[in-house]
C-alpha cells in the first residue's frame, strides 16, 4: 500500500523560510515522478512544483526562483524548500506521487500539511 506524510508546515512570518517533507513508503521513490500541490481556502488546488523520476523539476511561475523541490531516494523522501515566503502562499500543501518519467498525474496523495504566512 502506498502511503505519501507530509511534515514541516507551521506558521512563519513573510520573508521567512519553510521545509516540507514527504515521506513515502510502499513504493520505490526512484520509479515515481512526484509532485506538491497547494489549496487555499476557498480557492482551487494548483500544481506547485513537480519532480520527474529522472530529476527533471518544473516550478509554477508564482513560486519560481523561491521554492525548490528535491528528492531523497535513499529515504525515500522529498522535499519542498520555500524560502521568500509571502502570505499569498498561505495554504494546505499535498504531496502527490506519479508514475516513472514526467509527473502527469497523481496515482497517490498525502493527507496535506498547513502552511500559514503572516504579514
Known amino acids: 500500500q502506498v502511503r505519501l506524510v507530509e511534515s514541516g508546515g507551521g506558521l512563519v512570518q513573510a520573508g521567512g523560510s519553510l521545509r516540507l517533507s514527504c515521506a513515502v513508503s510502499?513504493?520505490?521513490?526512484?520509479?515515481?515522478?512526484m509532485g506538491w500541490y497547494r489549496q487555499a481556502p476557498g480557492k482551487q488546488r494548483e500544481l506547485v512544483a513537480t519532480?520527474?523520476?529522472?530529476?527533471?523539476?518544473y516550478y509554477a511561475d508564482s513560486v519560481k526562483g523561491r521554492f525548490t523541490l528535491s528528492r531523497d531516494n535513499a529515504k525515500n523522501t522529498v522535499y519542498l524548500q520555500m524560502n521568500s515566503l509571502k502570505p499569498e502562499d498561505t495554504a494546505v500543501y499535498y504531496c502527490?506521487?506519479?508514475?516513472?518519467?514526467?509527473?502527469?498525474?497523481?496515482?497517490?496523495w498525502g493527507q496535506g500539511t498547513q502552511v500559514t504566512v503572516s504579514s
Open positions: 502527490s506521487a506519479g508514475g516513472l518519467g514526467a509527473f502527469r498525474k497523481s496515482d497517490y
Open positions: 510502499g513504493t520505490i521513490l526512484t520509479s515515481r515522478s
Open positions: 519532480i520527474s523520476s529522472d530529476d527533471s523539476t
